[in-house]
């Protein structure tokens, strides 16, 4: 277990609001994560933190933004949320540089309606 | 050119047999590669790491890696229902961060 919880663990809502999904860490790990995981696209990177304000895009961050302000919280928003962000979110934090291990929280399913 | 590929399957296997799940990538300079198994509704785990050509064993679980034909691979040995489930392979990227491209997944089937 690598102390990582997510919240909320669902959620529906409609498009045009925005929406916040927080993993939260107990290890203080530098790294976090944050995939979108879609039928037939497999685990995507939307972004990623390598430190406390220090952040940056994967491959799918179009209609995403990120904060970490501290080091055991990063937030991922939906600023104005789509039928196309229905998914199921992932964190995942990295516990030592250089081997590039990545361990997984529990999950968020989204629905946008 | 997707950079991590894997046949999706589903790969049925009898019980007591072997499976054997195959990945291949696309970046050269790839130096850390993973398999995760995802049961239906959970989140990915870590099963195996692999760094150095050659096989590594972990219990009933050995990867084999094969850098020059850029080439993964998972076999489970013994196979049990337990382990049906969707493996999905990981390559690690070199572009400063840490950072994993994830293959598609196959979803693996072990018939009692």
């Given at each position: 277990?690598?102390?990582?919880?997510?919240?909320?663990?669902?959620?529906v809502?409609?498009?045009?609001?925005?929406?916040?999904?927080?993993?939260?860490?107990?290890?203080?790990?530098r790294?976090?994560?944050?995939?979108r995981?879609?039928?037939?696209?497999?685990?995507?990177?939307?972004?990623?933190?390598?430190?406390?304000?220090?952040?940056?895009?994967?491959?799918?961050?179009?209609?995403?933004s990120?904060?970490?302000?501290?080091?055991?919280?990063?937030?991922?928003?939906?600023?104005?949320?789509?039928?196309?962000?229905?998914?199921?979110?992932?964190?995942?934090?990295?516990?030592t540089?250089?081997?590039?291990?990545?361990?997984?929280?529990?999950?968020?399913?989204?629905?946008?309606? | 050119?997707?950079?991590?590929?894997?046949?999706?399957?589903?790969?049925?296997?009898?019980?007591?047999a072997?499976?054997?799940l195959?990945?291949?990538?696309s970046?050269?300079?790839?130096?850390?590669?993973?398999?995760?198994?995802?049961?239906?509704?959970?989140?990915?785990?870590?099963?195996?790491?692999?760094?150095?050509?050659?096989?590594?064993?972990?219990?009933r679980f050995?990867?084999?890696?094969?850098?020059?034909?850029?080439?993964?691979?998972?076999?489970?040995?013994?196979?049990?229902?337990?382990?049906?489930?969707?493996?999905?392979?990981?390559?690690?990227?070199?572009?400063?961060?840490?950072?994993?491209?994830?293959?598609?997944?196959?979803?693996?089937?072990?018939?009692?």
């Amino acid at each position: 277990d690598a102390g990582i919880t997510q919240s909320p663990r669902h959620k529906v809502t409609e498009t045009g609001t925005p929406v916040t999904l927080r993993c939260h860490q107990t290890e203080n790990h530098r790294y976090m994560y944050w995939y979108r995981q879609d039928p037939g696209h497999g685990l995507r990177l939307i972004h990623y933190s390598y430190g406390v304000k220090d952040t940056d895009k994967g491959e799918v961050s179009d209609g995403y933004s990120v904060s970490r302000s501290k080091t055991e919280d990063f937030l991922l928003t939906l600023e104005s949320a789509t039928s196309s962000q229905t998914s199921v979110y992932f964190c995942a934090i990295s516990r030592t540089s250089g081997n590039n291990e990545q361990f997984f929280g529990p999950g968020t399913r989204l629905t946008v309606l | 050119q997707k950079e991590v590929e894997q046949n999706s399957g589903p790969l049925s296997v009898p019980e007591g047999a072997i499976a054997s799940l195959n990945c291949t990538y696309s970046d050269r300079g790839s130096q850390s590669f993973f398999w995760y198994r995802q049961y239906s509704g959970k989140s990915p785990e870590l099963i195996m790491s692999i760094y150095s050509n050659g096989d590594k064993e972990d219990g009933r679980f050995t990867a084999q890696l094969n850098k020059a034909s850029q080439y993964v691979s998972l076999l489970i040995r013994d196979s049990q229902p337990s382990d049906s489930a969707t493996y999905l392979c990981a390559v690690g990227i070199i572009q400063g961060a840490q950072k994993l491209v994830f293959g598609q997944g196959t979803r693996l089937t072990i018939n009692p």
